[in-house]
Structure formats: structure tokens, C-alpha cells
């Protein structure tokens, strides 16, 4: 005969009392789910915390909502431009670093890291991967992944950007908070991934920003201290938020707007554009269609009069020979297959 058995109901009705009453269970419970949560919060520091499953990736709309969610703060830091109000130097401050995210992010990321179109010292590579991650676009290695997968499938189903598959939304911002968008393939970047100090910054992409935005907001502090017009915080929320937010914005329109405005020079297989608007405002990566026609070359604007801030920039840096072999693009190449 068992114990249980053996007990008379009285018995039994003690022991029942004996038990930990249902609030202990469901404290343990939700310091469990806690504890969960913060471990799955590492990876906003630590990207190799996180993989995700085949199923989860071919989802292409499962949103990784934990993930998304230091972007998502950063649209609404810039509110706080109602409470800090502006100054001159602040947003001279902000309109200077939009200026080199973009660069960084046309140079460095898309014509360095993702189309190989010169080629540096590992020290200048390094710096190259340093500023393009203050740029708040995750580091260079998950960018060319990302990027060279949208040339080999652009405007395909596969294209987790492409206006025409996905619509403007989700090839605007939608992609990257999803699980497929966080992921990438290794396998697409091996002249890249052979680098520890490459793979350092891409798994822990959110270093380079938060220690930008520290010294900005000391910047600021210092700033004031000596008499000028600003503060710690105005400096950070400017400086910071406000232009990465507006400069990622302008990277993005590059995957949504150029496959849907502008005009078509070239029979390429997708709906790429060239637009002068948008090349003023991403420094002259508007020139889509020529892009995607002619990938490998180092400037976009084919033509003397397709201004192309990006690629005067370079041809600085090959001056002073912290870059060289820039890859030209073919005369006969150029004027072939127009529309
Ligand atoms: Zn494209
Ligand atoms: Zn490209």
C-alpha cells in the first residue's frame, strides 16, 4: 500500500495546506519570465545570442519584436527635441554627422564592403567598419551580406526588400524588424568574415552608437560649461537621434523609392531607378539603375553631370593613398544595352 493511500481525508487535507500557496507559484513563474526576458535582451549588446530557426526566417513577415525595440526608441527620442529645444551648434553638429554617416554608409558599407570597388589598408578597412557602425545600420558584414543578396535576387520574391514583392512599407523600415532581416548568410561574405576585428563589430553592433552618443552627450556638457548654447542633452538628442534617424531614412529610400521613382537607363532585370533627388540626398547612390547595371564600378553617376558626392570623396581619399585601384566603369560598357 502506498502512503498516499494510507492517509485519512484529514490527513490528506493538511498536506494539501502544506503546499506552496498559488501566489508563490505565480511569483516564481513571472521571475522566471523576467529573467527570460533579460537573457533575450542580450541581444541588443550581443548579436550571436540570438539565431533563429529555418521556419522563422522563411516567415519573411515574423517580426522579432523584442529586437526591434532600441530602434524603435530612438523615432521616439527625437520628440525630445520639444523639451530640449535647438541651438545653432547642435544642429550643425547633427547636419555634420549626417553628413559622414552617409558617406560611411555609401563608401565604406555598400562601395567598399558589399562591392569591393577599391581597395585600402586593414587598418583604413577598420576604420572604414568603425564609422559605418556609428551609423546605426548594424555592422559591415551583416550589411554586405544583406546587400549582395539583394543584387543576386532583386525585385524577386526572395527580395526581403523590394517594393514591388513586399510593398514601400516593408521595403522602407518593415524587413529590418523582421527575423529574416536580422539574419544573414555568412556563407555570402567570406572575404569579409576572415577578419576578427570585422566580426567583433558586427556581433556587437550596438557598441560603436552608445559610445557615440556618450561622448555626444558629454560634447554638449562641455560645450555649455565653456559658454555655448547647448547642453549635454540638446547635443545628444540632435547630434544623435535626430541624425541617425534622418540619415538611416535616406539609406533606406534607396531600397524602397529608387526600384519605384525616377527614370530607366538601362535594361536591367529589376525596377531599378536613377533619380537626382535622391542622389543629392544620399550622396549619390539615386543613380540606382546605373548601380544595378553596372555593380562593380566605383561611382554610381556614370556621366560628368550625374553628381555623385560619394565618389569625389573617394577620389580624395586616393589622393591622399588611403585607398587606390578604384574600379572604373567600361566607356564601351556604358553606352551599351540604354534604353
Ligand atoms: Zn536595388
Ligand atoms: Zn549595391
Given at each position: 500500500m502506498t502512503e498516499q493511500q494510507t492517509m485519512t481525508p484529514l490527513a490528506a487535507q493538511l498536506q494539501k495546506l502544506a503546499q506552496p500557496a498559488p501566489q508563490a507559484t505565480y511569483k516564481k513563474k513571472s521571475s522566471w519570465r523576467i529573467s527570460s526576458l533579460l537573457r533575450s535582451a542580450t541581444c541588443w549588446?550581443?548579436?550571436?545570442?540570438?539565431?533563429?530557426?529555418?521556419?522563422?526566417?522563411?516567415?519573411?513577415?515574423?517580426?522579432?519584436?523584442?529586437?526591434?525595440?532600441?530602434?524603435?526608441?530612438?523615432?521616439?527620442?527625437?520628440?525630445?527635441?520639444?523639451?530640449?529645444?535647438?541651438?545653432?551648434?547642435?544642429?550643425?553638429?547633427?547636419?555634420?554627422?549626417?553628413?559622414?554617416?552617409?558617406?560611411?554608409?555609401?563608401?565604406?558599407?555598400?562601395?567598399?564592403?558589399?562591392?569591393?570597388?577599391?581597395?585600402?589598408?586593414?587598418?583604413?578597412q577598420f576604420?572604414?567598419?568603425?564609422?559605418?557602425?556609428?551609423?546605426?545600420?548594424?555592422?559591415?558584414?551583416?550589411?554586405?551580406?544583406?546587400?549582395?543578396?539583394?543584387?543576386r535576387h532583386s525585385d524577386e520574391e526572395d527580395d526581403i526588400h523590394s517594393p514591388h514583392r513586399h510593398g514601400f512599407y516593408w521595403s522602407h523600415v518593415g524587413w529590418i524588424t523582421s527575423k529574416a532581416g536580422f539574419d544573414y548568410d555568412a556563407k555570402a561574405v567570406p572575404d569579409l568574415m576572415k577578419f576578427p576585428e570585422l566580426r567583433f563589430l558586427n556581433r556587437f553592433d550596438n557598441l560603436v552608437p552608445l559610445i557615440e552618443a556618450v561622448m555626444l552627450f558629454f560634447f554638449?556638457?562641455?560645450?555649455?560649461?565653456?559658454?555655448?548654447?547647448?547642453?549635454?542633452?540638446?547635443?545628444?538628442?540632435?547630434?544623435?537621434?535626430?541624425?541617425?534617424?534622418?540619415?538611416?531614412?535616406?539609406?533606406?529610400?534607396?531600397?524602397?523609392?529608387?526600384?519605384?521613382?525616377?527614370?530607366?537607363?538601362?535594361?536591367?532585370?529589376?525596377?531599378?531607378?536613377?533619380s537626382l533627388l535622391l542622389a543629392l540626398l544620399t550622396f549619390g547612390e539615386g543613380w540606382h539603375n546605373n548601380h544595378h547595371y553596372y555593380p562593380g564600378a566605383v561611382r554610381q553617376g556614370f556621366y560628368w553631370w550625374e553628381i555623385d558626392l560619394t565618389y569625389y570623396g573617394l577620389c580624395l581619399l586616393a589622393r591622399l593613398g588611403i585607398i587606390w585601384d578604384l574600379t572604373p566603369i567600361p566607356r564601351n560598357v556604358r553606352e551599351s544595352h540604354q534604353l
Open positions: 549588446f550581443d548579436t550571436t545570442t540570438k539565431s533563429y530557426s529555418e521556419a522563422e526566417t522563411d516567415d519573411k513577415y515574423s517580426i522579432d519584436w523584442l529586437r526591434m525595440i532600441p530602434y524603435a526608441a530612438m523615432h521616439l527620442m527625437c520628440f525630445g527635441v520639444i523639451w530640449v529645444g535647438w541651438s545653432p551648434v547642435a544642429v550643425i553638429v547633427a547636419a555634420a554627422l549626417y553628413a559622414i554617416h552617409m558617406f560611411a554608409i555609401t563608401a565604406f558599407y555598400h562601395r567598399y564592403f558589399s562591392h569591393r570597388t577599391f581597395k585600402t589598408s586593414r587598418v583604413a576604420i572604414f567598419a568603425l564609422v559605418g557602425a556609428s551609423c546605426v545600420q548594424r555592422g559591415a558584414i551583416w550589411w554586405a551580406a544583406r546587400h549582395r543578396h539583394h543584387h554638449g556638457m562641455f560645450l555649455e560649461a565653456y559658454g555655448w548654447n547647448t547642453s549635454g542633452f540638446q547635443m545628444l538628442i540632435w547630434g544623435f537621434f535626430v541624425s541617425t534617424i534622418i540619415s538611416s531614412h535616406a539609406t533606406f529610400t534607396i531600397n524602397s523609392l529608387t526600384h519605384m521613382w525616377g527614370t530607366k537607363r538601362y535594361k536591367s532585370k529589376d525596377e531599378s531607378r536613377n
